[in-house]
């Protein structure tokens, strides 16, 4: 088979750093009045998520020490739903996969999956609730916010998504789920989030809007009183700052790695066009016609949740798949579409060329074939030929110069491009 030249591309995105967290954190907790809020002595619970944000591990950290400096006692609370085989254990362990341990942060984390019976809301949705975090006198709900990967609306994956389904635990993250599929996210989250306002110890949030490069730009902290709005106006920010792919049409996306520290869906449904939701209206943009995916990241723990996103995928990334996990996950998330297991290629060489041979009538010429790492590192890929048009017209985008030859090695495994 022919393959294309390539060519090695940047994108500009946005820069905007938050350059001290410790003093950002500081600063918000002033603004808000921690002091008055929070009364020595109490027990504040403080929420910790699966996702591998690069900043969360020094903005939990700022924010446990600002609750210790008021006199109050912290804990950590494992906020993911169904994540880490929904057991109390599981979850653990993925805290401390992401640096997360009461060694490095001088606060107890308190695992367990029990939850307390909320009641329901207005519209019949039953809410679950961390009986951990309940039994505090105060919560602070950590959480990036960004758009989701399941929809679109005035909240999307935020505070209020950490609170219902975080935690939620496993029965709230199944009860979100299963009545999203009557409702949709939006209404569903803002409907359970608001009952969750009403009768359990929220006293903050603290929303992290991420640049383009997946670091703070903004950190904020929300109050109880205008949760909802405070964090619709941060999803704003998010949309304008979050990467995406620089192309409206693709012939075929190769992507290195999905991984939940990546997305929800292990590669961002936003970027690559597909959805795959039910109920959900499916995304117009941008239109990928093949997308291969090469492997699954050691921080998912073998949870492949999206891999039913791709058309292609290695045997080396089959080979990681936990089935256990991802299903737990895909059903939990009401969402069993995205664990189907694509076509397997042997080899890098395999799944590719089985891409071409789908693809429709592409050539070595006129294929538009983007290479990327993962869909959160958008600011270098491999593009083909074909699209250094369009890349030159676009005043974000540049171009280094040298065509690269696609290669596999002997043993099929695709190989850094390099000069002929």
């Given at each position: 088979m022919?393959y294309?030249?390539l060519?090695q ?10 350059a001290d967290?410790d ?12 002091a008055?809020?929070?009364k ?8 910790a ?9 020094a903005?939990?950290?700022a924010?446990?020490n ?8 912290p804990?950590?609370?494992?906020s993911m739903?169904?994540h880490?085989?929904?057991t ?12 997360v341990?009461?060694?490095s942060f001088g606060?107890?984390i ?5 939850v ?17 975090a ?9 959480n990036?916010i ?13 505070l ?6 975080g ?5 709230g ?6 009545w999203?599929v ?6 569903t989250?803002?409907a ?9 110890p929220?006293?903050?949030?603290v929303?992290?809007?991420?640049n ?7 950190i ?9 709005e405070e ?5 704003e920010?998010?949309k304008?700052?979050?990467p995406?792919?620089?192309f ?6 190769i ?10 869906t292990g ?7 597909r959805?795959?939701n039910i109920?959900e209206p499916?995304?117009?943009?941008p239109h ?6 090469r ?8 949870n492949?949740?999206?891999v039913?996103?791709?058309d ?5 990334f089959?080979d ?22 694509p ?11 089985y ?18 790492r993962?869909?959160?590192?958008l ?5 083909s030929?074909?699209?250094?048009d369009?890349v030159?017209?676009?005043?974000g985008l540049?171009?280094t110069?040298?065509?690269?030859a696609?290669k ?11 000069r002929d």
């Open positions: 022919n294309p030249k060519a591309i940047t994108q500009r995105l946005n820069e905007t750093r938050v967290v003093a950002a954190i500081a600063g918000e907790m002033r603004r808000v009045g921690l008055n809020r929070i020595p002595g109490s027990r504040v619970a403080v929420t998520g699966s996702r591998g944000i690069t900043d969360m591990i903005v939990l950290r924010t446990v600002e609750v210790k400096a008021v006199g109050a006692h804990i950590i609370v494992p739903g169904s880490g085989g929904a109390a254990e599981g979850q653990t362990e993925m805290l401390e996969g992401l640096g341990t009461e060694q606060a107890p308190v695992s367990s999956m029990d307390v019976d909320l009641g329901t809301t207005a519209e019949g949705i039953p809410v679950a609730f961390s009986r951990d309940m039994e505090s006198d105060h919560i602070i709900v950590v990036r960004k758009p989701h990967t399941e929809f679109n609306g005035r909240i999307e994956s935020g209020t998504k950490m609170m219902v389904i935690l939620g635990k496993h029965q993250a199944i009860n979100a789920h299963s999203a009557r409702f949709g996210y939006e209404r989250l803002i359970s989030g608001q009952h969750i306002l009403e009768r359990a929220i006293t903050l949030g929303g992290i809007v991420e383009g490069f997946g670091q703070a730009a903004k904020e902290a929300v109050t109880p009183e205008n949760f909802v964090e619709a106006k941060l999803l920010l998010a304008e700052t979050c995406h792919l620089p409206d049409r693709l012939d075929i996306l992507v290195d790695e999905s991984g939940k520290e990546i997305s929800g590669m961002d449904t936003k970027v690559i066009g959805i795959m109920y499916p995304l117009e943009h990928i016609t093949r997308i291969v995916l492997d699954l990241t050691e921080k998912s723990h073998g492949g949740l999206g039913g996103l791709a292609f995928v290695t045997q080396r089959a990681k798949l936990d089935r256990g996990y991802t299903d737990v996950n895909c059903v939990t998330a009401v969402t069993p579409e995205k664990g189907r297991l076509i397997i290629g042997k080899t890098d060489k395999m799944a590719v060329d891409a071409f041979a789908s693809a429709g009538p592409v050539t070595a010429a006129d294929v538009r074939l983007c290479w990327i993962n869909t959160a590192t600011d270098r890929m491999f593009v030929t074909a699209l250094l369009e030159a017209a676009h005043p540049g171009v110069p040298g065509l690269l696609m596999f090695d002997v043993n099929g495994e695709l190989l850094t491009p390099t």
